[in-house]
């Protein structure tokens, strides 16, 4: 009986007490503020956190594009480099075969005397043919005319002369050639000479051609080496195209050629 009338004053002591506190530990505080901040972060936050951010996509494809970039240019400077030295080296090949050395003396088709230092200075695009010449001749007179039309629609080039040199001075006199050069462009100059000077001018650019046998009308084709031959200001002979060369190729090394020259004359 004694125990159950105190029984109520012990329960009311008990309630009173205030709970124990934690035992603290050193870092206690952190560890129990980590875990917290842990336990609001998901599997995938806690991962990214982790592993080390590398450069995003758009950054990796510019890295990219600008590395391509660089490398064309460097193969573009070097074909170009190239070409340019199997030019020169062209250029010079050509010089030592001796092609149209010496001077010339023949007569243009307005009758004035003319001679290869007439030219100093300027770029000569140069056709030896014939004017009866049935198909070729034409044809790649009307090439040369086409190179010097293109060379003139720009306007950062220096102008060009065409010139056609007779190889049958017998029938193109100064008036046939005057008659002839007319069709095809208004500064293309027709030379012409007696029989020994058109000899001595083609053996200076090694020129071939031969008469052939004459018909009931005297008529005859001319048979004749096909070059359009490209002259230097400096009057030196530097590039030779044939038939198989077409106005846009002939044009394209006229311009490398003016880009590269360098006079040897001064």
Known sequence: MLLLAQAPKAWHRLFQLKPPALPRTPGGEAQHVRYRLLSRQGPAETGRQDQPQGPGLRTRLLITALTGAGLGGVWLAMRAEKERWQQRRRTEALRQAAVGQGDFSLLDHRGQARCKADFRGQWVLMYFGFTHCPDICPEELEKLVQVVRQLEAEPGLPPVQPI??????????????????????????????????????????????????????????VDHSIAIYLLSPDGLFTDYYGRARSAEQVADSVRRHMAAFRSVLH
């Open 164 to 221: 056609f040199i007779t190889v049958d001075p017998e029938r193109d006199d100064v008036a046939a050639m005057a008659h002839y050069v007319q069709d095809f462009h208004p500064r293309l100059l027709g030379l012409t000479g007696s029989a020994e000077q058109v000899a001595q001018v083609s053996r200076s650019y090694r020129v071939y051609y031969s008469a052939g046998p004459k018909d009931d009308d005297q008529d005859y084709i």
